[in-house]
């Protein structure tokens, strides 16, 4: 789910990156080490806001279907218990 746009604005500038890595006190090989894994994090599947956006606009979807079908077969059972005690008022009487 990685994205062009994520990558531009984590990673558009490793060099910086890496700069401000070795000012925190990283050594040259472990703050090379750190951008490399941070960019193959992104390359391959870190999730972005956008992505839970959608996530979270399909699972409402599906949430608002589900809540359709439940109401439905509620209403298919409330008829029925509804009709069964009307039978049974008729041939009790």
């Given at each position: 789910m990685s994205t062009p746009a994520m990558s531009e604005i984590y990673f558009n500038n490793p060099i910086k990156i890496l700069h401000r890595l070795k000012a925190a006190g990283f050594t040259q090989k472990q703050a090379e080490a750190q951008v490399e894994i941070f960019s193959d994090y992104i390359d391959h599947g870190l999730v972005t806001k956008n992505d839970l956006k959608l996530e979270l606009k399909d699972l409402r979807a599906e949430l608002k279907d589900?809540?359709?079908?439940?109401?439905?077969?509620?209403?298919?059972?409330?008829?029925?218990?509804?009709?069964?005690?009307?039978?049974?008022?008729?041939?009790?009487?």
């Amino acid at each position: 789910m990685s994205t062009p746009a994520m990558s531009e604005i984590y990673f558009n500038n490793p060099i910086k990156i890496l700069h401000r890595l070795k000012a925190a006190g990283f050594t040259q090989k472990q703050a090379e080490a750190q951008v490399e894994i941070f960019s193959d994090y992104i390359d391959h599947g870190l999730v972005t806001k956008n992505d839970l956006k959608l996530e979270l606009k399909d699972l409402r979807a599906e949430l608002k279907d589900l809540e359709y079908r439940i109401t439905v077969k509620t209403a298919a059972i409330v008829g029925s218990i509804v009709g069964f005690f009307s039978l049974m008022e008729k041939f009790l009487k």
